[in-house]
């Protein structure tokens, strides 16, 4: 029963194109001979990266949910159509408090890494009256309305979020490889701009050249025709092409033996028909271009053949396009090299877009050399005037000592006194202290003592 949670995982976390370089998976054993392994209850199976901004928050929540007992069993015997339809997440409000209170956590978590992205984003603005409230709308795989709690409404718009965003994740993929295309394309008309006459001769006749090398290649089998599936039979299954089997076939290529063939099991069946095409070791073959090869083989398969559209394929959903007649006589398969890519009306508008954003980048360079230039100025002004009014002090200073004025200090007390000065206040004040430290010499009679001593005469003689 463990195949329809996997089926939820592989529907959220799709393996996209992003996932370069990949290769058939080995068959080391012939499963025709051997008995079905069954999967090991509980056993956990890894899912690549979508490439979603939210990927960990949605394997997160998906992983907190499959530990409740109940959310669980509805999980497995749900379709894709009620989980798409939200009718799923209306089972939140039944699962235990300890998955709730868990859920809560991860949201709160969520928005504020959100938070902190648009913060980044605005710090050069300094704006400190920042609405979070309404930059967190442009999120819509949660209810950024109550950021504290995670409730059915969350967990519908990360559905829908998922999956409309994963539908898109191809021809968004297709786009920038258009781009990478185009700019390529640039660069080399750029370059030939900075070349003489017959150098450019030279680069073009190499262009030319590598260009007809790379489409000298063997035939591309059409992806998901019996001829492109026999050879992956004889030359990655090492089986004798007579004894070719669908099923059989699929039970082989079903690498996780969940019941389905999913994008990354599909996209591994394509591995051979693009070594006839490209070659890492050769200067003219692109591996970006390979790629997309591959990409194209894996959605043009799923058109075909995914008759209920969940990006899966099953037994019976291949087993049914293996009767069909483009499965025995298909079309000729038209690979890259073989299609124009952009036109020039296509390539011009971009390069007038490169042009304005360089146009925009210069300007800010000059307008940021202006503003250094300015602070620059503003410094060497202010170092100037603190120069000068340095030596206007030392000019007072110097007059002062002339006139025989003692300089003032930073409080306003005298730094120091003339010399003469200084020498009658240390005379008085010892003066002072010896009356009352120094016993009086011989005959002297202080005027205190001669008072005290009229007033005795006065009161023995009436």
């Known amino acids: 029963m463990w195949w329809r949670t996997i089926q939820l995982q592989c529907y959220f976390l799709l393996v996209t194109c992003l996932l370069t370089g990949l290769e058939a998976v080995p068959i080391d054993i012939d499963k025709t001979k051997v008995k079905d392994i069954p999967n090991v209850e509980g056993e956990k199976i890894e899912t690549p990266d ?255 053949v995914d008759i209920n559209k969940d990006r899966l394929v099953t037994l019976d959903e291949f087993l049914k396009a293996t009767e069909k007649k483009e499965f025995l006589e298909p079309d000729s398969w038209e690979t890259l090299d073989q299609q124009q890519l952009f036109t020039e009306e296509e390539l011009k508008e971009f390069e007038n877009h490169i042009y304005e954003q360089e146009h925009k980048l210069r300007q800010k360079a000059e307008d940021l050399q202006k503003q250094k230039e300015e602070l620059q100025r503003q410094h060497d002004q202010l170092q100037a005037q603190k120069h000068e009014y340095q030596q206007v002090v030392q000019q007072m200073e110097q007059k002062k000592l002339q006139q025989g004025v003692p300089p003032a200090g930073p409080g306003g007390e005298l730094k120091f006194q003339p010399p003469g000065q200084q020498q009658e206040e240390k005379s008085e004040k010892h003066s002072l202290g010896s009356d009352h430290l120094q016993p009086l010499p011989p005959q002297h009679v202080s005027p205190l003592q001669e008072g005290a001593a009229m007033a005795e005469h006065v009161q023995i003689h009436p």
Do not use: C
């Open 50 to 304: 979508t490439g979603l901004y939210y990927d960990e928050y949605l394997r997160q929540v998906i992983d907190v949910l499959e530990t409740d007992k109940h959310f669980r069993e509805k999980l497995q015997n749900a379709d894709i159509e009620e989980i798409k339809s939200g009718k799923l997440s209306k089972e939140l409000d039944l699962v235990s408090h300890h998955v709730r209170t868990r859920l809560d956590e991860l949201k709160r978590q969520e928005v504020a890494r959100l938070r902190m992205l648009i913060k980044a984003k605005l710090d050069s603005i300094q704006d400190t009256g920042i609405d979070y409230q309404a930059l967190l709308k442009q999120f819509e795989h949660l209810n950024h309305q109550n950021p504290d709690k995670f409730e059915p409404t969350d967990l519908d718009m990360l559905i829908k979020a998922a999956t409309s965003d994963l539908e898109n994740y191809d021809k968004t993929r297709h786009e920038e490889f258009k781009k990478y295309e185009m700019m390529k394309e640039h660069e080399r008309r750029e370059y030939l701009k900075t070349l003489n006459e017959e150098k450019r001769h030279e680069e073009e006749s190499k262009f030319e050249e590598m260009k007809k090398k790379h489409g000298n290649h063997p035939k591309v089998n059409h992806p998901g025709s019996k001829d492109q599936l026999k050879e992956v039979w004889e030359e990655t299954d090492g089986l004798d092409p007579s004894d070719f089997d669908p099923k059989t076939f699929f039970k082989l290529h079903d690498v996780n033996s969940d019941g389905f063939l999913d994008e990354q099991e599909l996209e591994a069946l394509f591995t051979k028909e693009l070594e006839k095409v490209y070659d890492p070791k050769n200067e003219e073959d692109d591996m970006v271009e390979m790629e997309e090869e591959r990409l194209r083989m894996r959605e043009h398969v799923m058109n075909e």
